[in-house]
T-cell receptor, first 115, second 115 residues
Framework: DTEVTQTPKHLVMGMTNKKSLKCEQH?????MYWYKQKAKKPPELMFV???????INESVPSRFSPECPNSSLLNLHLHALQPEDSALYLC??????????????FGDGTRLSIL | AQTVTQSQPEMSVQEAETVTLSCTYD???????LFWYKQPPSRQMILVIR????KQQNATENRFSVNFQKAAKSFSLKISDSQLGDAAMYFC????????????WGAGTKLIIKP
C-alpha cells in the first residue's frame, strides 16, 4: 500500500479544460514534490514545497499551477495544456531537515492524456 | 555538474538467478547519498536501497545489495534469487547533501525476469 495517495489515477482532458491533480500524505513529511515522467524515462522535477511554501520551480510553464493548502495536501492545477504534457505525474514527499539520506516516498501517479 | 549513468538499457535474468545492474556517477563532492528505486508496471516508484557515501560498508536489504566503490564512483545493485515480482524499471539516483530535494537520476534499466 502506498503512503502517498494520488487522485485521479487516470485523467483525459481537452486542451481547453481545467482540472486538478491531488496528492495526500499522512507521514508528517514537510517536503512535497511534483514530478513529470515520460515513458521509460526518469522523473523530471517540477515543483518542491517545503513547509507549505514553494521552494523550487523548475521553470515549469504557467499552465501548471501548484498549490499546497496544508502540510498533508498538494495540488496541481492544470489549464490549457498541450499534447506534449501527456505523461505520468508523480507526487512524492520526504522528511525535512539535514537528513540527506531520507528518501522520497512516491505515489502511484496520475496518467494524464491531453486530447 | 553531477551526472548519473546507467549503461544497461535492458537486462534479463532467469528466475532464481542473480543479476547485477550497473550505475556510475560523476561528482566532485566527498559526501553524498545514493539510491536505487524500482518502478514496476504498476507505476509506483519504490525505494529499494540507499547508501551514504561516508559509509564503507555496502548496504543490504534482504535479496538486494549494493557494491559501492567510492573511488571508482560506481554503485551497482545486485539482486539475488530473482523473482517474477522484481521485473521493473530500476533507476539509480544521486543526491548532494547541500540539496535536500533534488535527485540526479540515471536513465534507468529495464529488468526482465524469465520464468
Amino acid at each position: 500500500d502506498t503512503e502517498v495517495t494520488q487522485t485521479p489515477k487516470h485523467l483525459v482532458m481537452g486542451m481547453t479544460n481545467k482540472k486538478s491533480l491531488k496528492c495526500e500524505q499522512h507521514m508528517g513529511h514537510r517536503a512535497m514534490y511534483w514530478y513529470k515522467q515520460k515513458a521509460k524515462k526518469p522523473p523530471e522535477l517540477m515543483f518542491v514545497y517545503s513547509y507549505e511554501k514553494l521552494s523550487i520551480n523548475e521553470s515549469v510553464p504557467s499552465r501548471f499551477s501548484p498549490e499546497c493548502p496544508n502540510s498533508s495536501l498538494l495540488n496541481l492545477h492544470l489549464h490549457a495544456l498541450q499534447p506534449e504534457d501527456s505523461a505520468l505525474y508523480l507526487c512524492a514527499s520526504s522528511q525535512e531537515g539535514h537528513l540527506g539520506n531520507q528518501p522520497q516516498h512516491f505515489g502511484d501517479g496520475t496518467r494524464l492524456s491531453i486530447l | 555538474a553531477q551526472t548519473v549513468t546507467q549503461s544497461q538499457p535492458e537486462m534479463s535474468v532467469q528466475e532464481a538467478e542473480t543479476v547485477t545492474l550497473s550505475c556510475t556517477y560523476d561528482t566532485s563532492e566527498s559526501d553524498y547519498y545514493l539510491f536505487w528505486y524500482k518502478q514496476p508496471p504498476s507505476r509506483q516508484m519504490i525505494l529499494v536501497i540507499r547508501q551514504e557515501a561516508y559509509k564503507q560498508q555496502n548496504a543490504t536489504e534482504n535479496r538486494f545489495s549494493v557494491n559501492f566503490q567510492k573511488a571508482a564512483k560506481s554503485f551497482s545493485l545486485k539482486i539475488s534469487d530473482s523473482q517474477l515480482g522484481d521485473a521493473a524499471m530500476y533507476f539509480c539516483a544521486y543526491r548532494n547533501p547541500d540539496s535536500n530535494y533534488q535527485l540526479i537520476w540515471g536513465a534507468g534499466t529495464k529488468l526482465i525476469i524469465k520464468p
